[in-house]
């Protein structure tokens, strides 16, 4: 079988999640850069001209630019095999894709950007490998956009005790629950873990200063984030564990202990987002078929007393709205398990938070619909 191509990078937030997809589910696969003559002149174009990790050539020549994109082409490919079925666990793998592509940027940001002493030299490798031999002295200057990316997502100075506080506290809390299970919801991983593993893997679990931490403080974290990488179950922990979902769409508690945490930061910012979003729609006519980018303005809101402000990103919604486009097919029955189970982890309101224009996709794109 002829591999497909994924263009991506070792480092690349995004690249990890589709990555990680195509090893567990066995599809065969060789990795390139942007940067090859064969990527700007046949796959950009194809990707909507936006230069961006992870693309995925197919064997046709068929391009699909974006992770979750990624991941959906083959789930409908494959009958789903990578989505649970039950009601709970559905809208808890969609919640930790969300979660995970979207709610640990600042995390993943500082523990990469505000340790040079012990990630500089590790990231300039990284970068300068991403740039032709006659563009290096560009290396830098990548590196800093990155930087400033940080800085846009909430990471400042006055924020680095309370991403740290968080980020640590919720280290610990996946640690309890990958003690008890090798993936989110039982022996086999699910679009959650795929979406999780986008920050805790190339920034979190593989720059040198958060994997120390990692490894020093949530073994078992690493551990899956070992198990992600690697093709097969890879639980010999567990090895008396089904390779498949808990039954009777059980939800570990360790896994609402988590949620509980993680809601504290990402209830307020997804709140605020859309209201600065829904306003930004409101004041601009903005067409169908319209890109949507992947920031409109800026958000404030605050976390335990401390304000923030971060750029409010359209794409977070884009996926949300997954969830509650799934959450409204559920029966009337499991609609109400469902929303018990969201309001345990305090997360009751995302079902509500929408923005006033849906957003699908259009060649390769985000648009507006």
């Known amino acids: 079988m002829k591999p497909v191509t994924l263009f991506a990078s070792s480092h690349s937030l995004y690249s990890g999640r589709a990555r990680s997809y195509l090893i567990k589910a066995a599809i065969p696969f060789e990795e390139s850069f942007f940067s090859t003559p064969h990527y700007m002149q046949d796959v950009l174009p194809k990707a909507g001209n936006r230069q961006g990790m ?72 990284h970068f300068s490998a991403l740039l032709p031999r006659e563009m290096q002295e560009y290396t830098e200057k990548m590196m800093n956009s990155m930087r400033e990316a940080g800085r846009n997502f909430g990471v400042v100075p006055d924020t680095f005790e309370l991403v740290e506080s968080l980020y640590e506290t919720a280290l610990l809390k996946m640690n309890n629950h990958f003690a008890e299970v090798p993936y989110l919801l039982g022996g086999k991983p699910c679009i959650g873990d795929f979406g999780l593993l986008a920050p805790m893997y190339a920034h979190l679990g593989r720059d040198p200063k958060p994997l120390s931490l990692m490894q020093a403080t ?55 987002a859309a209201d600065t979003i829904n306003q930004w729609l409101a004041d601009n006519n903005v067409e169908p078929g319209t890109t949507a980018e992947r920031a409109v303005g800026f958000a404030d809101f605050e976390i335990e007393g401390t304000p923030l402000r971060a750029i409010a990103q359209p794409y977070r919604f884009y996926l949300l709205a997954r969830l509650q486009n799934l959450f409204q097919t559920l029966s009337e029955e499991d609609q109400v398990d469902v929303s018990a189970m969201l309001a345990n982890a ?14 699908g996709r259009q060649g390769n794109l985000e648009v507006w619909l």
Do not use: C
């Open 346 to 359: 305090g997360l009751e309101e995302i079902l509500e938070l929408r923005l006033t224009r849906d957003i």
């Open 218 to 272: 949530a073994i078992n974290v690493f551990r899956w984030v070992e198990r992600m990488n690697r093709p097969g179950p890879d639980k010999a922990e567990f090895v008396e564990m089904p390779a498949d979902y808990l039954p009777g769409d059980e939800i570990p508690e360790t896994l609402i202990e988590l949620l509980r945490h993680l809601a504290i930061d990402f209830l307020p910012e997804t709140q605020a």
């Open 54 to 125: 992870p693309t995925l050539a197919l064997t046709d020549g068929t391009v699909i630019r974006d992770g979750a994109a990624i991941i959906d082409y083959f789930e409908s490919e494959s009958g789903n095999v990578f989505s649970p079925a039950s009601p709970k666990q559905q809208i808890l793998s969609r919640l930790f894709d969300v979660i995970g592509a979207e709610g640990l940027l600042r995390p993943a940001m500082h523990y990469r950007w505000n340790f040079d002493e012990q990630n500089l030299a590790f990231l300039f490798q």
